[in-house]
Nanobody, 128 residues
Framework: QVQLVESGGGLVQPGGSLRLSCAASDLTLRNYAIAWFRQAPGKGREGVSSISGRDGSTYYSDSVKGRFSISKDNAKNTVYLQMNSLTLEDTAVYYC?????????????????????WGQGTQVTVSS
């Protein structure tokens, strides 16, 4: 059974950094696109970044471009999200999600409906 487990969230001051991890089980990273989404209180789920297991292509939302970096370690079956220069607006629950690369997709990388598996989320709070 596929499982995605996020870790690395916590409380950080504005301008600080955190690295989130998404550990996947019963799933081979090279066969999936893995994305990070976030959801702040009262807001919808927002696509933050995605990485293709096939060729390593990466995507970022405009709100995090230049500050966040996504990467993967196939040997550890883990995807990371390095978050730098954090602001109050980055406060949210962060989720990782997996989308199989087999077959066509009707969704863009930032659309939650396109993902088959989700983790339970990890809280990131940016506060002074």
């Amino acid at each position: 059974q596929v499982q995605l487990v996020e870790s690395g969230g916590g409380l950080v001051q504005p301008g600080g950094s955190l690295r989130l991890s998404c550990a996947a089980s019963d799933l081979t990273l090279r066969n999936y696109a893995i994305a990070w989404f976030r959801q702040a209180p009262g807001k919808g789920r927002e696509g933050v970044s995605s990485i293709s297991g096939r060729d390593g292509s990466t995507y970022y939302s405009d709100s995090v471009k230049g500050r966040f970096s996504i990467s993967k370690d196939n040997a550890k079956n883990t995807v990371y999200l390095q978050m730098n220069s954090l602001t109050l607006e980055d406060t949210a629950v962060y989720y990782c999600a997996a989308d199989s690369l087999f077959g066509p997709t009707s969704y863009a990388w930032y659309q939650a409906a396109g993902y088959d598996y989700w983790g339970q989320g990890t809280q990131v709070t940016v506060s002074s």
